[in-house]
């Protein structure tokens, strides 16, 4: 094999060429620097313009073009060609959703659980003129989970979401984390109600950290989840000490 060469093995679909998926091997002579996104793209132009894939800013930062390459699930625009010389690599579209047309997959469901946990501030009842203030120290531990871009990387790495799909996910239980932090937001226990699942929310979670090693923004849901989990479990506590105890006379 030329190792001066790019091979790329691409997981091709199309149903209306032929109903099920084959691999379809690529060559191409890479320029300096360049990446995985970059490489499909000269493809599309110069060898097969029906190769289909996602991309939009080509600066990771839509989360357009997540693929899952050698086995591991990337982002096409951050991935370097130069680690993928001199052996073929396998090109496969983000795992465990429907496959459309060759990279590209559907990612209704995960739009849904995205809708299903109101990503948005609910902000609490004003209390007098003044607004509600953050101190400094709560908007660094928000920080890192607002720098979820919704690519879906971490339910592709995820073996929870492979074992049930009606698991809520990394990327959704991090945002829902993300406002419970929040002070402004009003819904306080509620957000943990909503996510106090042992199929679908936190207690469904393997811990196995995958989705905070793969995330190319550095969000860290399965440390959300671990700590929504403890904020439950001291929440039951609490009620059961503040139950009244029934005693009979006798």
């Not at 989970?145 to 799909?165: E, M, Q, R």
């Amino acid at each position: 094999m030329n190792s001066q060469l790019l091979t790329l093995q691409i997981r091709r679909f199309n149903p209306e060429r032929q109903p099920s998926p084959w691999v379809e091997t690529f060559q191409l002579e890479p320029r300096e620097k360049m990446n995985l996104l970059e490489a499909l793209l000269r493809i599309q132009d110069e060898q097969d313009g029906s190769l289909a894939f996602r991309y939009s800013c080509r600066g990771a930062v839509c989360g357009s073009c997540a693929v899952r390459v050698g086995g591991r699930v990337v982002l096409a625009c951050r991935t370097h060609v130069e680690d993928l010389l001199g052996r073929s690599v396998l090109i496969e579209p983000l795992p465990y959703f429907p496959v459309i047309r060759d990279l590209v997959v559907n990612m209704s469901s995960f739009f849904a659980r995205y809708r299903e946990i109101e990503p948005f501030l609910h902000p609490k009842e004003a209390q007098g003129p003044r607004e509600t203030l953050m101190d400094e120290g709560r908007r660094k531990k928000i920080d890192p989970y607002i720098n979820c871009i919704l690519c879906g990387i971490c339910f592709g790495s995820c073996p929870a979401f492979k074992l049930d799909p009606s698991f809520l996910g990394p990327a959704m239980l991090a945002k829902a984390f993300r406002f419970l932090l929040d002070p402004r937001d009003g819904r306080g226990d509620e957000i943990l109600e909503s996510v106090n699942s042992s199929k679908a929310g936190v207690w469904a979670c393997k811990t196995v950290f995958n989705c905070v090693k793969v995330c190319p923004k550095d969000v860290p849901p399965t440390r959300a989840i671990v700590q929504m989990r403890g904020n439950i479990l001291r929440s039951r506590l609490r009620s059961l000490c503040l139950r009244p105890i029934s005693r009979s006379l006798t």
